[in-house]
């Protein structure tokens, strides 16, 4: 049973807040009201799937908690607790069941059964091997979602603010996982919310995919990379051919550029099953204008917003003009939309592309629309920028020495990877970099710009890493 509802929305709102991925932190929860309650698992433990409906600054979100309720909180759920059911004669504690393996082994029994409970849906990709017998643990990085490991073997993302109808990250894997695509991990299931008697498509709530337990990320690989490169310090200082020759002839600091080279092929074949999974079109001629111009403006808003971008906007104004002037009709395809070293995979059998969501400063609308596969390479390039200079910008990290030396050694590392991608990328059949330079100039100089809107907002210490990266490629 859950508790009365004053008493439960009042633990809520206190507790919601304080939740990593609650987007609403610059702002006071003006109203809390449930959407829909349905009960999973009765008993001791209990659980409750809620959809809570949070409105704040005039508008409302839609975020997803399983609730659990037990009579005892064991000590091991304590930090999940969100608050005690006021007036309940047995003391029932209630908390946020992801934390409990007792309660999230449900979801599995409910995948590998297809069920329906209430409008939450249950499907089984035909065929997909789903274990029940398994112990979930959330992991530790930070995101604006809960993933479950489910021992080695699955993960499962809950989405936390709910968006409208089928998640891209469900609607792409999928596809994918039924094309064979070998670059996504499998996707063995999902969880929806049916929207009852309100039109529109079911709200995609979970997804289910095969754990890649031998994975190991690429900003993680290319930092180690980078940390070697710095530590290994030649005899002289040899300035940018003679750094260059030395990377290329000692394979010093554990060489990344054929990983770089074999993430780029990958790439590219994604590419192609996307081509071949949701068609291509073609954006005609007026529009890539468009594009330009869409650039030039968030460039100026930005610039207005974070003055040390204004040294650069020349530079990037006159892409974006290059870019207009270049205009012609454009195939445009899905793509993965945010892609950079932290959302690829190495397991033993190659890379792995994961999260297909888009940038999350985007609107819904925007992270759908479609764009021209160079979009993808030129957020990889600026990942290996990024990845060349961290270790520069975050203090303490570097060995002393002089600080242009370091930028020429960053900036070598930079070249070589994103030569090896582009190299990889172009052999496996993907549009050649090279003989599209104004376009990827242009997407590139859009996605720094990005990048330094979301360094501004999000993590104002990581702000010299794509101002000093735009200082090396508007130079
Ligand atoms: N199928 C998977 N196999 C192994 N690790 C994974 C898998 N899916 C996600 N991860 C790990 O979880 C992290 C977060 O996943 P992601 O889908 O990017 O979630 P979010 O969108 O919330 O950031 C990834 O960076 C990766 O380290
Ligand atoms: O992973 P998300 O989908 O949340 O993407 C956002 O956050 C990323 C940082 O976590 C951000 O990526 C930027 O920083 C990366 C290093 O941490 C770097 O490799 C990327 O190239 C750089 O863009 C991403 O832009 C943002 O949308």
């Known amino acids: 049973m859950l508790p009365p509802e004053p ?43 809620l959809v809570l409906d949070v409105h704040q600054n005039g508008a409302t979100d839609h975020y997803q908690l ?112 039924r094309a064979g ?16 008697p309100v039109p529109g498509a079911p709200v995609t709530l979970a997804l289910l995919s ?24 030649p005899p002289r200082d040899a300035g940018w051919a003679g750094e260059w020759a030395e990377l290329d002839a000692s394979l010093a600091g554990g060489d990344f550029a054929a990983e770089s080279e074999r993430l780029g092929a990958a790439t590219a074949e994604v590419h192609r099953s996307l081509a071949d999974a949701f068609g291509v079109t073609v954006l005609p001629e007026a529009e890539v204008r468009a594009m330009a111009a869409r650039m ?3 460039l100026t808003v930005t610039c207005r ?27 445009v395809q899905r793509v993965h939309g945010d892609y950079h070293l932290g959302q690829v995979l190495r397991t033993e059998s190659g890379w792995t592309l994961l999260d297909f969501e888009g940038e999350p400063a985007r609107t819904q609308h925007e992270r759908r629309a ?7 390479v030129a957020g990889m390039l600026r990942s290996f920028e990024y990845a060349a200079r961290y270790l520069i910008a975050k203090p303490g990290t570097m060995p002393p020495g002089p600080t242009g030396r370091s930028q020429t050694r960053a900036h070598v590392w930079a070249a070589r990877n994103r030569a090896a991608f582009c190299r990889g990328y172009a052999a496996a059949g ?46």
Not at 37 to 49: K, S
Not at 78 to 102: M, N
Not at 311 to 324: E, M, Q, R
Not at 370 to 376: E, N
């Open 296 to 298: 030039n403006a968030e």
């Open 181 to 196: 695509c070998a670059h996504v991990p499998a996707v063995l299931g999902w969880i929806e919310l049916d929207p009852g």
């Open 430 to 475: 993907g549009p050649d970099p090279a003989a599209h330079s104004v376009l990827l100039r242009a997407l590139e100089f859009e996605k720094a710009v990005y990048e330094v809107r979301y360094e501004a907002r999000n993590r104002p210490a990581w702000l010299p890493v794509p101002l000093k990266s735009l200082a090396h490629l508007t130079a």
């Open 305 to 331: 917003a974070v003055p040390g971008l204004a040294p650069h906007a020349k530079a990037l104004t006159g892409a974006f003009l290059d870019l207009a002037a270049w205009a012609r009709p454009l195939p």
């Open 66 to 177: 399983l609730l659990g309720t037990r009579r005892h909180l064991p000590d091991r759920l304590r930090h999940a607790e969100i608050g005690g059911a006021a007036g309940d004669a047995h003391g029932t504690r209630l908390y946020d069941a992801a934390h409990d393996p007792d309660l999230t082994r449900t979801l599995l029994d409910c995948l590998v059964a297809g069920a329906s409970v209430g409008p939450l849906r249950f499907h089984r990709v035909d065929g997909a091997a789903i274990r029940t017998d398994l112990t979930s643990l959330p992991i530790t990085t930070e995101q604006s979602n809960t993933s479950l490991l489910f021992g080695d073997a699955h993960i499962c993302k809950l989405f936390r603010r709910l968006g409208h109808g089928v998640n891209l990250d469900l609607e792409v894997n999928l596809a994918l996982t």
């Open 210 to 233: 095969d754990y890649l337990h031998t994975g190991a990320d690429g900003w993680s690989l290319a930092i180690a990379s980078v940390r070697d490169w710095f530590a290994h310090t």
């Open 370 to 376: 479609l764009a021209h596969p160079l979009r993808d």
């Open 7 to 49: 008493s439960l929305i009042g633990d809520l709102a206190a507790w919601l807040p304080r939740q990593r991925w609650f987007g609403g932190k610059d702002g006071p929860i003006e109203d809390l009201t449930i959407g829909t309650a349905t009960q999973l698992r009765t008993g001791d433990p209990g659980l409750h799937h």
